[in-house]
């Protein structure tokens, strides 16, 4: 819930991985992957989430980056 901001990781492959996300605040809900290669949007959505994106790893290691100002969650699709 809230802003959060993960801890390192490697991604399982380099590329376009497809990725579910949901939110059920009202307001901002943005979602970045930063890694060593570069930094994607993975969602700009304000209110309610409740669907996939495509996701662009680059050379590890990465991060999530996420402000949101309810509930959400991301998960492999």
Known sequence: ????VSGLFLPTKEGAVPFV?????????IV???CGGGTDYAQNEIGKVDG???VKFSDGPCLWDV?????????AK
């Open 1 to 4: 819930m809230g802003d959060q």
């Open 67 to 75: 402000q949101a100002d309810g509930e959400w969650t991301i998960s």
């Open 21 to 29: 996300f949901t939110h059920n605040g009202t307001s901002n809900f």
């Open 32 to 34: 970045l992957v930063t």
């Open 52 to 54: 996939s994106a495509v």
